[in-house]
């Protein structure tokens, strides 16, 4: 469950291990203090990634603690005041956003909040957004012409794509969409879709299953984050993928974009080190690192994914940022509603 350098592994040692096998609270703040423990809901390869680049730099050890990024939230909810974590970094902003609507996380240095557009930091300076990415449409070239695919994601749910349209109901971003649709078109519309796609969709556990399914030629296409082509690209060769992304554009919920997020706990025992790391996550370095890793867009200015992403400016998302999105507590009832949940 643990990642982390030896050094940092044999000082925490067997008490944070106990503490997490037996379940036992009191023993959850017998970490060590001096190094950074992390909760990570993010990619692994990115965090550990991030984390190796972070050590070397500062020689600040750090601790990390894996899971979804629901479930780790969760954890921090029921640590409380005796978790052993000093920083979050979700792969996405509601979990965090949840965090600091119970007041658990401490506010960010300034110059930290001000490396990165402010679109995408909390109103409150409670947590940021570390790198962003695009709701997109997977499609099988054999399968679908990229002409016949709805012009808003919303057309999805049209019974002409009866088994045709793959998604995970249970992911993030699907959940982040569908905050976004219930902000741009209202309850009504959000309901009436989700209903559509029950009826004519084809769940998928995750994202990456969704897009190997279309690469494979199960089914047409699939709503996904945009790096997870790039992911099955890397495997198979770019050169021989079956499949290609459809990006919506005009400001449809179809090109939602979503943003991973990272905030630091009030109960942190190494608030400078948390400090250090969120600083790190959006300086030059740590940007760079980020999308190297993963084919995310930067949010600082000047960093250049090695990539071949869609131009940022021509996404032409819809006016709904991150914090608008809040927890995204809305999405869970409204899909109960409509019988995904």
Do not use: C
């Amino acid at each position: 469950m643990y990642r982390t350098s030896r050094r940092a592994l044999l000082r925490a040692g067997a008490a944070l291990g106990s503490a997490v096998l037996l379940g036992k609270p009191a023993l959850l703040r017998a970490a060590s203090a001096e190094e950074l423990t992390l909760y990570n809901g993010q990619h692994r390869q990115t965090t550990d990634a991030v984390v190796a680049a972070f050590t070397r730099k500062t020689g600040i050890d750090v601790l990390v603690r894996n899971g979804s990024s629901p479930q780790i939230a969760n954890q921090l909810l029921e640590e409380g005041a005796l978790s052993p974590a000093d920083v979050f970094y979700s792969e996405g902003s509601p979990p965090v956003a949840a965090l600091a609507k119970r007041g658990m996380l401490a506010a960010i240095a300034p110059d930290t909040l001000n490396q990165v557009p402010k679109d995408y930091v909390s109103p409150e300076g409670l947590w940021l957004g570390v790198s962003a990415r695009a709701r997109v449409v997977a499609f099988n070239r054999d399968l679908v012409k990229e002409a016949d695919l709805p012009a808003s994601l919303l057309g999805f749910a049209d019974p002409k794509w009866k088994d045709r349209i793959g998604y995970a109901p249970t992911s993030d971003a699907f959940q982040e969409q569908i905050v976004a649709i219930l902000r741009l078109r209202g309850r009504d519309a959000v309901l009436d879709w989700l209903k559509g796609m029950k009826q004519v969709g084809r769940v998928y556990n995750n994202n990456i299953g969704a897009m190997q399914a279309v690469e494979r030629a199960e089914i047409p296409a699939a709503l996904i984050n945009n790096y997870y082509w790039f992911t099955v690209a890397r495997e198979v060769g770019a050169a021989k993928m079956r499949s290609s992304l459809h990006y919506i554009r005009h400001q449809d919920p179809g090109a939602l974009i979503t943003v991973s997020a990272a905030g630091m706990l009030k109960t942190g025992r190494n608030p400078e080190a948390a400090q250090a790391f969120l600083a790190f996550l959006v300086s030059a370095e740590g940007q760079q690192v980020v999308v190297d890793s993963m084919a995310e867009y930067p949010l600082r200015a000047g960093i250049k994914s090695p990539f071949a992403l869609e131009p940022w400016d021509k996404l032409d998302p819809p006016p709904i940022k991150p914090a608008a999105l809040g927890d995204a507590s809305e999405a869970i009832p409204l899909a109960r509603e409509a019988g995904l949940a």
